[in-house]
């Protein structure tokens, strides 16, 4: 079974490159050598977000919060179990 665990954060005002920095400086190096973990992609969009989308073969390694400073809400968590790939 494959789940996609999808972590998303809206930064604080003008935070979004500093929210995204910490992602890969404090949270991906917490998930390396995770067990069943096969994939990580770190994106940005408008509105100060920042997602990270991991792959698991089983269940997932929950993603830590960054610290409050560099949020403007909470972190938002879905998983989903793969359905179909081609």
């Not at 604080?12 to 404090?26: C, I, M, P």
């Not at 991991?54 to 809400?73: H, I, K, Q, S, Y």
């Amino acid at each position: 079974m494959t789940v996609a665990a999808m972590w998303e954060a809206r930064a604080a005002d003008g935070r979004a490159a500093e929210l995204a920095t910490w992602v890969r400086e404090s949270a991906l190096p917490g998930l390396r050598g995770a067990a069943g973990l096969v994939r990580t992609e770190l994106f940005s969009a408008p509105g100060e977000r920042v997602l990270l989308i991991t792959w698991w073969d089983g269940e997932p390694t929950a993603v830590a919060d960054p610290p409050a400073a560099l949020l403007g809400r909470p972190v938002h968590r879905w998983s989903f179990t793969s359905e179909h790939v081609e």
